[in-house]
């Protein structure tokens, strides 16, 4: 591995930035911000890495070494109980994420009270129902457009916590999953990596307290077979936080090195980084060779004009009708702004659907189950069973709702191009449904199962993952505080007490079973219900920004595009009315600006050129 | 009835039961009838349980005093192994078909090493006979994880200890080994128990927080942290109601400091001695002690020291010797032992099990028979109907039953009083002599001792009587009053008798 930090393809976003300049000097900045943005976003492209293990094995202590400070707390005992997003920031600040009474309320805080909100000492059980908490850290990794997600310890890979963490995985980057060295792999840990790999991109296996453990290269192998036979394609990163934070507090490279993190963050980079760089460079590129067609043609009817003035009678008239046609696009009438109507309506209603049609499968399958629970283990596994089943419809509404948003993004588009017409293209240069499609729909489905945070420019960037991140925030919220109350409920003591079983004990068993069973159908009933009123809400809320953003999205798009058409328009009259010596000067510029546009196109390889 | 006299009645009943068999085509049962007899004069069975890699059986040799069972950083315990005294040293291979079959073995680095004859999956279990004092009073029992990566050795464990089926489990008492684990944790408690060990009860069970020098990161107060927690886990109702109570050990620096040699202080000695800027960057990592570029002490030494003691137990030993408490191997392995809790385990055994063993036994040869009874209703019902008049006979006189019944239900809140009751109801039907039953001074005179027994049946009885008592809590008042009234008889005789004469 090497330790150059190499930003992906800079031959590619030097020829994007050269777009820009050239943008900048044809004085149109909303073209030159446009490219920008998306430069800087490949250089920071938004990776989602999130860490996951049973409890106790070290993930708060990973975290630290990670950002390479101890910004979560670390307890011998008491573990972290929210969900924690780090992200990167100029000094470290925290916002809380809490429910009250069914509102989310984001309240910052000071750093120092972190604790106390994310620990099961400082909020036990969750009660002050924190769904989420944001952690700003000024932190190397995180500058290169990381967030860390660090998922709450308490319920480890138990019950509906791992549903919940499954379901999210498709938008993560990358899979940390966290165990320590004094033990090989454990049959539940294997069965989640084995599904965790099927559903994220890349899993890391990092083994931690390699500092305490002489044994930890065996353990390594063993790992290692374990994984190989289930099929789980993951690197093993042996490390210690405790040699991490000790190399950084007496800044010994040599520790630093032995602590193993040195080698996980190259692997981050290499594997993690630098490929979602790729795909927003990539990303970049397409903008800056649409930006760079709208600035040939106008060079070109420009050059056209000076070269013959008859003809800038003609070209400003052409530019003149595509502003007018822009124009009624941005009219409330238009049919793409129809076409996006309808579609989000009918989103809204078969998201809607479905979500009431799981509602009433989860109510089923707990009538159904009831009825037949006899023993503590059929009672935990029907309150398992419950919470996956939940987890994975919820999960699967969020997916389906982020696939409606691409589907609705894309017949605007066509329904866009169909009304700019054909004939507008030879005037301001463009193919209007590559910019609207802002990824191909293969290289998305190569990107992300999902496709859902592909439509990066269209739904607005790491929009899956921020949907995925309200989904484990508030099944983690929901989940723990279920399992407390079904916990209280759980007629444990009634399964062992087969072997001491005399007649009025058993008489009683059954009347407990029966009570004991009304608790739990009351105690779900509020847990379904609470979901469906959260999960309603949040659908609802999510559809109305997928609509807003199209709308504006699209509004953006016809506006630069007018502004194109009425550049055309202005050069070629400004032209049309210039001396000849004017003319001859003004020719060699716009002569050499296509020149150098021709440049840069042969860097950003084939992109359509007009004629 | 006492225990033994209960013994003895259980004894005849199941030669009964073999009388009525033999010969009749239950060649089977009357097989396992002889070895539900036999378990009534053997030691307590302790199973030692636990998931994989909680250091089953590193504790089984502290228990032992003996680096008998074998270690290893991978899952290492594949077949259910009993470890019993006997007046010779063998190993015996078990089968599934029931073929005995002896195996060589040898001591490599302490532990046994044997080689297996049959595959795990065709062995019951192994057999050791060991000549041992610790041996004398328990069989240990190693088992294969839970909750392995190779599932066909939780299978096994599983097998062994009844987890699914009715049959009853080979095992009386059960110490569960237990990781640190979290509270609200859905798989806690059944990492804890498996929650449907049929055998299992807060009466025969306890846990044990495993591992504790490695909780605390190592640190000098790892050992001290792990007990609080422990503490923390005994106090929650639903682990209460799984086991009596839970304590923190570390069994690796128990074996050691049960086994440790002049050599091995002595080198302890050498790293104390050290600089302490060159002890620092040693102790900081297991890599770094075990480092061959360093030059105190020979690598291999280091080592071995490493895999003996652990890091923790390490630097533990070279803290005291720099602070000049300790210095031989003597003094060093007490203070190992003492660190450990291992003292508090074995107090455990002494207090909780032992003297309860008799009627532990019982309760299990009488699920045995239960379990036959069931399983040959089919075919002969009227047989299977004597059996269970048998054991039912025996329950219903049985007052040492009727008490493990009701600490059971009491513990496992079938039966619930207040804080207060709760605890007089557990002394009452406790272990501890007389007097302390009774709450008094250990030199409390015979009348007081009377006096409080009097007013303990009186209060019960009253109780007893309540309407709004179900008919569980009304069973519970009676057998306390039961108790108390034995109290009341023993505290006439001297102490011999007490112990056979109540009731």
């Known amino acids: 591995m090497s330790n150059t930090s190499a930003p992906a393809p800079p ?167 966290v165990t320590d060295a004094s033990a090989e792999l454990s049959a539940p840990e294997l069965a989640f990596l084995a599904e965790a790999g099927e559903r994220c991109r890349r899993v890391v296996v990092c083994l931690t307290k390699i500092d305490l453990q002489p044994r930890w290269r065996d353990i390594v192998a063993l790992d290692r077979g374990h994984l190989d036979r289930v099929g789980v394609d993951a690197p093993i990163m042996p490390v210690s936080s405790l040699l991490r934070a000790a190399a950084i507090e007496h800044r010994d490279r040599e520790m630093n090195d032995e602590s193993g993190y040195p080698a996980l963050l190259d692997l981050l980079r290499d594997e993690v980084i630098d490929k979602a760089r790729e795909v927003a460079a990539e990303q970049a590129e397409r903008e800056a060779a649409d930006a760079l067609t709208q600035l ?39 049919r793409w702004s129809q076409v996006l109507n309808d579609r989000l309506t009918s989103l809204n209603s078969d ?154 004990v058993l008489d009683q068993r059954k009347r407990r079973v029966s009570e004991g069973r009304q608790k739990i159908r009351m105690a779900l009933k509020q847990f379904l219900d609470e979901v469906g009123f959260r999960v309603g809400n949040e659908i609802t809320s999510s559809l109305r920004t997928i609509h807003q953003q199209l709308r504006d999205q699209v509004g953006e798009r016809v506006t630069e595009l007018q502004r194109s058409a009425a550049e055309v328009a202005s050069q070629a009259s400004q032209a049309a009315q210039l001396d000849a010596e004017a003319r001859a000067a003004r020719t060699v510029v716009v002569k050499g600006l296509l020149a150098a546009a021709g440049e840069i196109g042969l860097d950003l390889g084939d992109q359509p050129v007009p004629r | 009835m006492s225990a033994d006299r209960l013994a003895h009645a259980t004894e005849a009943v199941v030669e009964r039961c073999i009388s009525l068999m033999v010969g009749g085509g239950h060649d089977h ?53 009993w470890y019993r005294d006997g007046h010779t040293y063998a190993v015996t291979e078990v089968g599934r078909d029931g073929g005995r079959r002896e195996l060589p073995f040898r001591r490599d680095g302490g532990t046994l090493e044997i080689d297996l004859q049959s595959t795990p999956a065709e062995i019951d279990h192994l057999d050791v006979m060991w000549p041992s004092r610790s041996l004398r009073e328990v069989t240990l029992i190693d088992t294969p994880g839970l909750a392995s990566a190779d599932d066909t050795n939780s299978v096994r464990t599983r097998d062994f200890l009844a987890v699914e089926d009715d049959r009853p489990s080979d095992a009386d008492a059960v110490i569960y080994l237990m990781r640190h684990m979290h509270r609200l944790d859905s798989e806690f408690l059944e990492t804890f128990f498996d929650h449907t060990l049929s055998n299992a009860s807060p009466v025969n069970a306890i846990a044990v927080l495993s591992r504790a020098d490695e909780i605390g990161a190592g640190r000098m107060d790892a050992v001290d942290t792990a007990r609080r927690i422990a503490s923390r886990y005994a106090s929650d109702e639903r682990v209460r109601s799984l086991c009596s109570t839970v304590v923190a050990v570390a069994g690796l620096i128990a074996e050691t400091g049960l086994t440790l040699t002049e050599a091995e202080a002595a080198w302890l000695r050498q790293l104390a001695a050290l600089d302490a800027s060159e002890l620092g960057p040693l102790l ?71 003297p309860r063993a008799r009627t532990l036994q019982v309760r299990s040869v009488l699920s045995g028979l239960r379990a036959m009874a069931a399983r040959v209703g089919a075919s002969d019902p009227a047989l299977a109907a004597t059996v269970v008049a048998g054991v039912e006979e025996l329950e219903a006189g049985a007052h040492e039953l009727a008490e493990l019944r009701l600490v059971h239900l009491l513990l496992t809140g079938m039966v619930s009083f207040g804080d207060d009751d709760a605890a007089e109801v557990r002394r009452v039907t406790g272990t501890s002599g007389t007097a302390a039953r009774l709450g008094l001074p250990d030199d409390a005179s015979p009348a007081e001792q009377q006096a409080a027994a009097l007013a303990g049946i009186e209060k019960w009885r009253v109780r007893g009587e309540r309407p709004t008592l179900d008919p569980a809590g009304r069973e519970a008042c009676a057998v306390v009053v039961r108790s108390y009234e034995g109290l009341y008889a023993a505290a006439f005789a001297p102490p011999s008798v007490a112990d056979a004469g109540v009731a």
């Open chain 1, 296 to 334: 040939q043609a106008a060079l070109q009817s420009e050059l056209a004009v000076l070269q013959d003035p008859v003809v800038a009678a003609a070209t400003v008239q052409a530019a003149e009708e595509a502003i007018a046609r822009f124009e009624h696009l941005k009219l409330a009438g238009a």
């Open chain 2, 29 to 81: 049962e009357v097989h396992e009838l002889a070895r539900l007899r036999a378990r009534l004069h053997e030691p307590l069975r302790v199973a030692i349980a636990g998931r994989v890699k909680a250091g089953k059986s590193t504790l089984l040799n502290a228990l032992v005093g003996e680096r008998l069972a074998p270690t290893d950083a991978g899952e290492c315990t594949k077949v259910v192994s």
């Open chain 2, 284 to 354: 900081l990592s297991a890599d770094r002690f075990v480092d061959p570029t360093r030059t105190a002490l020979a690598p291999e030494n280091r080592a071995d020291l490493l895999a003996r003691l652990g890091l923790f137990g390490v630097r533990l030993c070279i803290a005291r010797i720099r602070a000049g408490e300790v210095s031989t191997a003597v003094e060093l392995a007490r203070v190992l032992v003492e660190v450990s809790g291992l003292t508090e385990l074995s107090g455990l055994l002494r207090d909780h099990f032992l």
């Open chain 1, 11 to 177: 031959d590619l976003l030097a020829s994007a930035l050269g777009v820009a300049e050239l943008a900048a000097t044809m004085d149109r900045r909303d073209l030159a911000e446009r490219i920008r943005a998306s430069v800087t976003r490949a250089r920071r492209p938004g990776t989602v890495v999130v860490v996951i293990g049973e409890f106790k094995q070290g993930k708060s202590s990973l975290v630290n070494g990670l950002v390479g400070r101890g910004i979560c707390p670390v307890d011998d005992d008491i573990a972290t109980s929210a969900l924690t997003v780090l992200v990167d920031a100029p000094e470290v600040n925290v916002v809380v994420h809490r429910r009250v009474e069914g509102e989310l309320r984001s309240v910052a805080i000071e750093p120092g009270l972190l604790p106390s909100v994310v620990t099961e000492h400082g909020n036990p059980g969750n009660q002050l129902g924190i769904e989420r908490v944001d952690v700003g850290v000024p932190s190397r990794l995180l500058a290169q457009g990381v967030a860390i997600v660090d998922s709450p310890g308490a319920g480890g890979l138990g019950a509906g916590h791992a549903a919940a963490t499954l379901a999210f995985l498709p938008y993560a980057d990358a899979v940390l999953f």
């Open chain 1, 351 to 504: 998201i809607g659907f479905s979500f009431r049609d799981a509602q009433r499968a989860w109510s089923k399958t707990v009538e159904d189950r009831l009825e037949k629970l006899s023993n503590a283990k059929a009672w935990d596994l029907l309150c398992r069973d419950v919470q996956t089943e939940v987890a994975e419809s919820v999960a699967a509404l969020v997916a389906r709702m982020d696939e409606g948003a691409i589907a609705a993004a894309e017949a605007v588009a066509e329904a866009l191009d169909a009304e700019v017409g054909v004939d507008v293209h030879p005037v301001i240069g463009v193919d209007t449904g590559a910019l609207w499609q802002s990824a191909r729909r293969e290289e998305r489905d190569k990107v992300t199962k999902t496709a859902a945070r592909s439509v990066g420019q269209t739904v607005g960037a790491l929009r899956g993952a921020q949907s995925g991140i309200m989904l484990l925030g508030m099944l983690g919220t929901l989940l723990p505080g279920a399992a407390t109350t079904l916990g209280l409920a759980n007629p444990i003591g009634l399964s062992i007490g087969a072997a001491f079983g005399v007649k009025a």
